[in-house]
Nanobody, 115 residues
């Protein structure tokens, strides 16, 4: 069973930065893509960023220019660098990995942006 373990969430002031990490239990090249969804309070989960096996990245319009996604193949880990954070970025962030239509999820990590 695939396991995804997230870390790096927390409380940060507006304008600050956080880096989320997602460590996979197997070779990340086994997956079509990996990335992050966010779920703000009372809202549905939505895609924030992804990176596919070829290295192509996608971002939600709301985070373009502020967030970057990268991977360390040797560590089977994907990172989400979040800069210039805004209060509206407050959410639970879930790491995902997919093989075709099968999705695997991390346990979620809380990110709170507040002064």
């Amino acid at each position: 069973q695939v396991q995804l373990v997230e870390s790096g969430g927390g409380l940060v002031q507006p304008g600050g930065s956080l880096r989320l990490s997602c460590a996979a239990s197997e070779n990340i090249f086994n997956f079509n893509s990996l990335g992050w969804y966010s779920q703000p309070p009372g809202k549905e989960r939505e895609l924030v960023a992804s990176i596919n096996v070829g290295g192509r990245t996608r971002f939600a319009d709301s985070v373009k220019g502020r967030f970057t996604i990268s991977r360390d193949n040797a560590k089977n880990t994907v990172y989400l660098q979040m800069n210039s954070l805004k209060p509206e970025d407050t959410a639970v962030y879930y790491c995902f990995a997919n093989i075709l239509s099968t999705y695997y999820w991390g346990q979620g990590t809380q990110v709170t942006v507040s002064s």
